[in-house]
């Protein structure tokens, strides 16, 4: 069996894009003895590389190249920020204190308080991904030092920003926030965004560990290099589109079904293994109907998403033993019986919204209030850029059969 760097080597690739040959379904990926790496037949290997590769990798899966960032580093198996390990910040502190640390560079040791205002959001708007969007814009819209790009003035805005968001997730103009509690004493806060966007989202007061749960998502959840819709914040910020302009674009490619919105399908998914069909039969059926599972494999953790990881670690403690918990174990034992591939966060996330029972598209709700940090910190790096830098060119387009 070859490993992932041989297998890569003889088809001429990078190793993120075996894997995704992997996931799209032309390579099979399998575990040796101890389970934690991945191998492959060289006699599969082969076939590929005589056959050519697929009509979809012909040209490269992405444009590759680099931008310089301090806030995140993705490398042997670990997600830090700014030197600090992200699995442990989503056990030890609260998403305010790493958002802090994302856009200052220095993690606060108390958990700060962030106050926005209850945007308008109009009647009939009930998605949470569009409540949050129209937030945003009518955010915009009330403040008129918005194009103030120092950064301690984009960090005000940003704390005012965020709180805003979470305020607009909810019909209710004063819903109840539960308290959350951390280990470290001191971030036992009223009013925290974990706090405030369970309220927002949950149909009922939490389980004790719940909120906790919650704010490890938002704080894995808060960056994560340079993904689809960082890159359009960071585009936004070039142009020195303020910090209202810069999450709306991040929005975008977020609200899309591959990005921020992975986690609806995996709820879903979720949700049919709870009926009749039960976790082998949920599975059975979407990959009969998709022919891979949503919220399994991460082409950047070929040997297991670490966030993925800490989440459902999270979440065992407060929800082991209820029958939503069960469903999700014996769907994670169910699926990896059938696919060579570890659960990523978009499958921790429809844990949580699930086990919550949250509607399915409350796992964008978070993933975008929790991405916005992200997309903060990355803006006030490029405003430290020259203006304009992402200019790409056109080339004639290539027709295919």
């Known amino acids: 069996m070859l490993s992932a760097d041989e297998a890569a080597e003889r088809l001429g690739v ?8 992997v996931s799209r379904g032309h390579l099979t990926s399998h575990r040796d003895r101890d389970g934690r790496r991945s191998r492959f ?19 490269p899966p992405a444009l590759d190249f680099p931008i310089a960032t301090q806030l995140t580093r993705i490398a042997d198996h670990r997600l830090t920020y700014r030197g600090h390990d992200a699995t442990e910040l989503a056990r ?22 962030w106050e926005g205002t209850t945007p308008e959001v109009p009647e009939g708007i009930e998605a949470p991904g ?40 909810s019909p209710d103009p004063a819903p109840s926030v539960p308290r959350l509690r951390l280990p470290d004493a001191r971030a036992g806060l009223e009013g925290t965004v974990a706090g405030r966007t369970w309220a927002a989202l949950a149909p009922r007061r939490p389980r004790s560990g719940m909120v906790r749960a919650l704010n490890a998502a938002l704080v894995l959840l808060a960056d994560h290099e340079l993904a689809t819709s960082t890159l359009a914040a960071r585009v936004a910020a070039s142009t020195r589109g ?8 991040g929005c975008g490619p977020l609200a899309g079904p591959l990005h921020g919105g992975a986690s609806r399908a995996a709820h879903l998914m979720l949700a049919a293994a709870a009926g009749p069909a039960g976790p082998r039969g949920a599975v059975a059926d979407v990959l009969r109907t998709h022919g891979t ?13 670490p966030r993925a990881t800490a989440l459902l670690d999270a979440l065992r403690g407060p929800a082991g033993g209820t029958r939503a918990m069960r469903v999700v174990e014996e769907l994670l034992d169910a699926a990896r019986s ?11 996330l429809a844990a949580l919204t699930f086990v919550a029972d949250m509607p399915p598209s409350a796992g ?25 830098r992402f200019r790409a060119r056109a080339v004639p387009a290539t027709r295919h059969s």
Not at 147 to 154: G, I, Q, Y
Not at 339 to 346: A, H, M, R, S, W
Request: charged share 25%; proline share 10%.
């Open 14 to 21: 990078k190793v993120t894009t075996l894997y995704a040959y």
């Open 41 to 59: 037949d060289p006699k599969e290997v082969e076939e590929l590389a005589r056959r050519g590769r697929p009509r979809r990798s012909s040209r």
């Open 92 to 113: 030890s502190a609260s998403f305010e204190q790493v958002a802090e640390l994302l856009w200052t560079g220095s993690l606060p040791g108390d958990a700060p308080r």
């Open 130 to 169: 569009d409540r949050l969007r129209a937030a945003v814009a009518i955010a915009a819209a009330d403040d008129p030092f918005r194009a103030e790009l120092h950064p301690a003035a984009v960090v005000a805005t940003a704390r005012r920003l965020v709180a805003t968001l979470v305020a607009g997730l």
């Open 242 to 249: 303020d910090p209202y302009a810069v999450v709306l674009a």
């Open 293 to 305: 599972l949503p919220g399994f494999g991460h082409p950047l953790y070929p040997d297991g998403d």
């Open 338 to 348: 059938r696919v060579p591939l570890e659960p990523n966060v978009d499958l921790a």
């Open 364 to 388: 964008e709700a978070i993933f975008t209030v929790a991405r916005s940090a992200g997309w903060i910190a990355h803006a006030l790096e490029e405003y430290e850029e020259p203006p304009l």
